[in-house]
């Protein structure tokens, strides 16, 4: 992707008059895809919120670890769906520690920043035979399938790695034209359990107003009412709704627990330590499961 400066030369179909929740999260983790009108928007948060910084770094580090977890229990294949933009490693970076060559994976997002970003590193670093990213909407499950299915690199019909990781709390409302009702979140993942084959896992990680420390909930409320207000609604879970995302998937241990809490042993050495004094300043509930 070509950039000047600060500021990366938008792709084709990028809407800068309003905030991208995949930029601004990139933000937080460091990267640089991202426009002032990002910034803006995020230092307004961080101002007040600065915790908010090690909160997305902690449910990066988890999404780093579920990798390395699925990997070595066989999973050869990943669909991350809202995969964002590529900071802080991406899934074929941390599946390639622990199956070198093995692994293919298929990146997914809505965000055209993020697809172009995507392609332009994985040209570079990736293998187009091994990975590739797509841009499509998780609003329908059969159309984003079936484009994973022409690129080749992923067989849907072996089992699969599917991450969804920080998306589903962005409330999914049907598409622009259609009638409205109420949030899809819960019918799309359904959709996509069943479209896994057997042996496949499902992770998630989300966020809570549940459980957290009292002083947080104010933090919520202020994120809530920005990122309703900037055309990109949100929707906070609690545990048992986030837990029956997974369905009858069999919940691997140590279940739906804080992001830090999951699978500690699966940090490498060279992992930092998000700054949280208490696991519940995650705000974030994650876990994975499995098809039966």
Do not use: C
Request: glycine share 8%.
């Amino acid at each position: 992707m070509t950039t000047t400066g600060r500021e990366p030369f938008p792709p084709a179909g990028v809407d800068l008059s309003r905030p991208s929740i995949a930029r601004i999260y990139d933000y937080f983790l460091g990267g640089d895809a991202n426009w002032e009108i990002d910034r803006q928007f995020a230092d307004k948060l961080l101002d007040d919120f600065p915790i908010l910084r090690p909160i997305a770094r902690s449910n990066r580090l988890f999404l780093h670890r579920l990798v390395r977890y699925l990997t070595k229990q066989g999973i050869r294949q990943f669909v991350d769906l809202g995969s964002g933009v590529p900071t802080m490693g991406h899934a074929h970076e941390v599946a390639e520690q622990v199956a070198p060559g093995e692994v293919r994976v298929a990146y997914v997002d809505h965000e055209p920043v993020a697809v172009a970003h995507s392609r332009s590193l994985l040209r570079q670093y990736g293998d187009e035979n091994r990975h590739t990213a797509i841009h499509a909407d998780l609003r329908d499950p059969a159309g984003l399938w079936e484009k994973i299915a022409e690129t080749g690199v992923i067989d849907l019909d072996q089992p699969v790695g599917l991450l969804m990781i920080a998306v589903l709390h962005i409330q999914q409302l049907p598409s622009p034209g259609s009638p409205p009702s109420e949030d899809l979140g819960p019918q799309l993942v359904e959709t996509y359990r069943e479209l896994l084959p057997r042996g496949s896992y499902l992770g998630i990680s989300h966020v809570t107003d549940e459980g957290i420390p009292a002083d947080f909930a104010a933090m919520l409320t202020r994120i809530k009412t920005m990122y309703d207000e900037s055309g990109s609604p949100v929707i906070w879970r609690t545990a048992r709704e986030i837990r029956e995302l997974f369905g009858n998937f069999r919940i691997v241990d140590p279940g739906l627990v804080w992001t830090p809490e999951w699978h500690p042993d699966e940090a490498t050495v060279t992992d930092e330590r998000p700054q949280l004094d208490d696991v519940k300043q995650s705000i974030v509930l994650a876990g994975a499961a499995r098809k039966e």
